[in-house]
């Protein structure tokens, strides 16, 4: 709760810092606001609260959630160094606008109260739309700013109708309330159609936000038009705080209505998997690869979503911080490695082993935790995800699924180790990396192996 | 302790080389892995051979809460797979010394590297830390064989990598539902494991996700695809890691986690693995008759002789287990030295080509003694190596069924035809213009050769030293797959 005040209060000073002279002191202001937040959000751990006349309960999941969005965050502001080097005069409405989304995140994450949930979401998304569209000169920003808002908007509503549904069957918008008055609309067996209904429009609505297939189909053009920095935050924290809120609805609002929306939920994370992972394949653009990735990545998180049993909540933590953290490394590289080499393709990559041995490294070992390799954050992700999923029986072939797919993932994540490593230099210049933007990739780097050779560190948290 | 020494030891090692730049890496690679094959011959005398039981074990919480623990030991048959490890890598360091490898430092790191995932695949008493450790080998000889390789390479690894990974997903997915079939909090204890009682339809489909991994590794016709081309891209080095040491994880890890583990999906399906076994058998055999190129043609023996291999450990009877151990050991060392000598005249002549070769005994005396020694071990002439195990794995298999053990015969006659003709062509007949001025051995490949030609006689003439030491451990295995 604390940590919505401070964001807020802290966007605001940020866009006045945007008048001083110095545009050098932004990130550092920026960097020291994200941190005094990740403390601060610290000191409720062990502390259920709740705020805004049970509008909004901060427990560990809430805090969990907001101190992996909130570390994403920090972890992901320095690749924006190259903004303060162009002189970019709207640098500190882009960081404000970042702290904006990000409170709308942790409301996706902490809400007690469906109209809370929606409250966040727009939050988080007009900001986005916002800066989907920041470069203003590329016809592709504006393209994907267009597309990202109509959509969005579109999608937004419909959420909105779902919710209403809702109300209409249960009366409250409270999500606990929801979740004891299903007792009653089922009580003939039947359930009610409006509040099935109600659930299946809120669960399109919550699946296009996390770029769920068949839900997905702006997310490429969206991703691969927006600026790298921003499609980083955009496939990390807008995914993990899409996926935390989906998981605390079914859990609080619809656990008991379970038998009508599962099928749905199957079939969603049947299709995000399969597109996700197949059109990664065939990409021949990095970045558009990584937005497919991020498709087939929501498909892994919502298979521990269908798993809906108490490990769910964990897996979910964990793969979101793997996958968080390998996402940023890699956005990261590219972004650097885009600058000088003015594409996004594979191609952009070749010899990058040998010009900078440590983005490559960063790079591969993002690679590998994304492709799910032990000694890596991602590792365990799955693991986590497959053994949540598994205590069913009946899903097993969920996993075989997954598992076939995440084969197929191997191939495209390595065919960007193979351009790094194997193929000869296009351009033997190294690409210039400032020294605080190569700590933070060390630092990402790090992150991943300690994650997946200790994963207790972020799975016996919840 | 010793055993974690064992397992910690090259890789911090590997981090020591990836500091020095230069050609010195591969003196201090080999230094490193001379004393990591000193700490095994310690284990080996902390060892006590009389019984069948995990020794020099050590445990320690990993993932407490989920019951997973970092759990390591060994027994008779892992310990035979580190000291093969440890012996073998040492030597395959020393083979290198001739190339000057590009990077040098990451080359012998990734050596190294994987000699520690290697040692973990081995004493691994865990079922995650197993997997966990089989994938930790597999990504350094994926970068030594795409990154060192020959032209083809990248094409080749990259399907090599994704086929092992799939297989090695499957598994991972039989090991998560195993491991939620444990009593309690759940444990990924090997022990745990071999405790389970599943219905025998369950056991029948995990016997196939385990199986697919394990016989990508080795490989087992039909999963054998990525071997042939992927043994011939490599440097000298990556195949040798890969067929002497690699192949043998698949076997190790049907021995330790499939057998015990689904006893009755195993005695579904033991007919059918057999069938497959045998197949190859044949299979590798004939197609290495018909090979032009010496990796190749050592590549498909290989696939032969691990198709024997599995065929014995599948008859679940002491001989087919023992000779299977017995068998890892010599087709370790045998392969090993026959692809460093194909890489000592590919050195020479620039050519792999047996049609372009010949004529070698006559500059190379030393060498044709060494090649003809390691070749008999791996035809299986009797008093070298490869007898001790073929005999037992076709008693083995004879044991089970005789017609099964008549097709499998097949491969010493088949074997003697590939193997002789391949030495008939390279080394006899008239000089070609590439073997005219070819030098014998240096005393860096006699360095490498003579410790692999002392073991195939020495598993050959006294094979109780080593099967002495797998004994209490197979019948152990025996005694919990028949309970």
Redo the contacts between chains.
């Keep these: 709760m604390t940590s919505i005040i401070l964001l807020s209060v802290f966007g605001i000073i940020n866009l006045f810092a945007g008048f001083a002279k110095n545009k050098q002191v932004l990130l550092p202001l920026v960097l020291v606001f994200l941190a005094v937040v990740f403390g601060v959000n610290l000191l409720d751990w062990n502390d259920t609260q709740t705020y805004f006349s049970n509008m909004l309960t901060v427990d560990n999941y809430a805090v969990a959630f907001t101190g992996i969005m909130t570390l994403t965050t920090l972890l992901l502001l320095p690749f924006s160094q190259r903004y303060i080097d162009k002189g970019d005069s709207n640098l500190a409405e882009y960081y404000s606008l970042l702290l904006f989304s990000l409170v709308g995140a942790v409301m996706m994450v902490g809400y007690e109260n469906l109209i809370m949930l929606f409250i966040g979401v727009e939050i988080l998304s007009i900001a986005m739309y916002v800066l989907a569209g920041s470069d203003k000169s590329s016809l592709r920003s504006n393209e994907a700013a267009l597309k990202y808002f109509l959509m969005g908007s579109f999608f937004t509503g419909i959420m909105l109708f779902g919710i209403a549904m809702i109300y209409g069957a249960t009366g409250t918008f409270n999500i606990t309330e929801i979740g004891a008055a299903q007792a009653g609309l089922g009580a003939d067996g039947v359930m009610d159609s409006m509040f099935v209904l109600g659930i299946l429009v809120l669960v399109i609505g919550i699946s296009f936000k996390i770029s769920a297939a068949p839900f997905h189909f702006w997310a490429p053009d969206v991703y691969d038009g927006t600026p790298t920095f921003f499609t980083a935050f955009m496939s990390t924290v807008v995914k993990t705080a899409g996926v935390a809120a989906f998981y605390k609805l079914m859990a609080a609002a619809f656990a008991a209505s379970y038998a009508a929306w599962f099928p749905t939920l199957v079939a969603i994370t049947v299709l995000t998997l399969v597109v996700g992972n197949i059109g990664a394949v065939i990409q021949t653009s990095f970045k558009r690869m990584l937005a497919y990735s991020s498709i087939s990545h929501a498909g892994y998180m919502l298979m521990a979503l269908v798993a809906f049993n108490e490990s769910s909540d964990t897996s979910i933590l964990f793969y979101s911080a793997a996958y968080s953290a390998a996402t940023i490394a890699a956005f990261g590289v590219l972004k650097l490695v885009q600058d000088q080499q003015r594409s996004a393709d594979y191609e952009a990559f070749n010899g990058l082993g040998k010009t900078n041995p440590l983005l490559a490294f960063s790079m591969t070992v993002s690679m590998?935790s994304l492709?799910?390799?032990?000694?890596t954050a991602g590792?365990f992700g799955?693991?986590f995800v497959?053994?949540a999923l598994?205590?069913n029986?009946d899903m097993?072939w969920l996993?075989?699924l997954a598992?076939?797919l995440?084969?197929?993932g191997?191939?495209y994540y390595?065919r960007v180790v193979?351009a790094m490593?194997?193929q000869p230099a296009a351009n033997q210049k190294p690409v210039r990396v400032e020294s605080f933007t190569a700590f933070t990739l060390i630092v990402l780097t790090i992150l991943t192996i300690l994650l997946g050779i200790a994963?207790?560190l972020v799975?016996?948290l919840l | 302790m010793i055993t974690a020494l064992l397992l910690f030891w090259p890789a911090l090692a590997a981090l020591l080389v990836l500091l020095i730049k230069g050609q010195g890496a591969k003196k201090v690679a080999f230094v490193a892995a001379l004393v990591e094959f000193a700490l095994s011959l310690f284990a080996l005398s902390a060892f006590d051979t009389q019984s069948g039981a995990t020794q020099l074990a050590l445990s320690l919480p990993?993932?407490?809460?989920?019951g997973i623990s970092f759990s390591i030991g060994m027994d008779g048959i892992s310990l035979l797979m580190v000291l093969l490890t440890t012996f073998l890598v040492p030597l395959i360091i020393l083979s290198s010394y001739k190339h000057a490898y590009k990077n040098p430092n990451a080359f012998y790191a990734l050596i190294l590297f994987m000699q520690t995932g290697l040692i973990g695949v081995f004493v691994a008493m865990d079922a995650?830390l197993f997997?966990?450790?089989?994938?930790?080998a597999l990504?350094p000889i994926y970068?030594i064989a795409?990154?060192w390789g020959s032209a083809n390479?990248?094409r080749v690894t990259?399907k090599f990598?994704?086929y092992t990974?799939?297989g090695s997903?499957?598994m991972?997915?039989a090991f998560?539902?195993l491991?939620?079939q444990t009593p309690g909090t759940h444990s990924s204890d090997v022990n745990a494991f071999y405790q389970l009682s599943l219905s025998s339809e369950s056991q029948s489909w995990i016997f196939w996700f385990l199986f697919v991994a394990f016989a990508i590794k080795m490989p087992v016709f039909p999963f054998h695809t990525w071997q042939p081309d992927t043994y011939t891209e490599s440097p000298a080095q990556g195949t040798m890691l890969l067929s002497g040491i690699m192949l043998k994880m698949g076997i190790y890890g049907v021995l330790r986690w499939l057998l015990p583990v689904v006893p009755y999906g195993v005695s579904q399906w033991d007919e059918v693995v057999l069938v497959l076994a045998i197949i190859g058998i044949v299979y590798g055999s004939i197609i290495a008759i018909r090979q032009r190129d010496l990796k190749r043609l050592v590549a498909y023996s290989s696939i032969a002789h691990v198709g024997l291999i599995a065929a014995g450990i599948f008859t679940l009877n002491e001989q087919g287990l023992q000779g299977g151990v017995i068998q890892m050991l010599s087709h370790g060392v045998n392969v090993v030295g026959l692809f460093f000598i194909i890489d000592i005249i590919f050195s020479r002549t620039n050519t792999r080509e047996i049609t372009s070769l010949g004529g070698i005994t006559q500059n190379a005396k030393l060498l044709s003694i060494f090649f003809m020694v390691l070749l008999l071990g791996a035809i299986g002439l009797p008093l070298t190596n490869g007898f001790v195990g073929e005999f037992l794995l076709l008693s083995g298999v004879f044991q089970y069924n005789a017609w099964f053990g008549g097709v499998a015969g097949l491969t010493i006659i088949l074997a003697a035809v590939y193997m002789l003709r391949m030495f008939q062509g390279v080394m006899f007949g008239t000089k070609s213009e590439l073997t005219a001025s070819f030098t014998d051995l240096t005393l860096n490949e006699k360095a490498v050769l003579i410790p692999l030609v002392v073991m195939v006689f020495w598993i050959g003439l006294f094979p109780n030293t080593f099967l002495s030491i797998s004994e209490p451990a197979v019948n152990n295995l025996l005694s919990i797959i028949n309970r």
Excluded: C, D, N, T
């Design positions: 590998l492709g799910g390799i032990p000694l590792f799955k693991f497959f053994s598994l205590q029986p097993l996993v075989v598992v076939i995440a084969a197929v191997i191939y390595f193979i490593y194997m994963p207790a799975s016996e | 990993w993932i407490e809460s989920a995650f997997y966990f450790m089989w994938e930790v990504i970068f795409a990154v390479r990248i990259i990598f994704v990974i799939l997903l499957f991972l997915a998560v539902y491991y939620l």
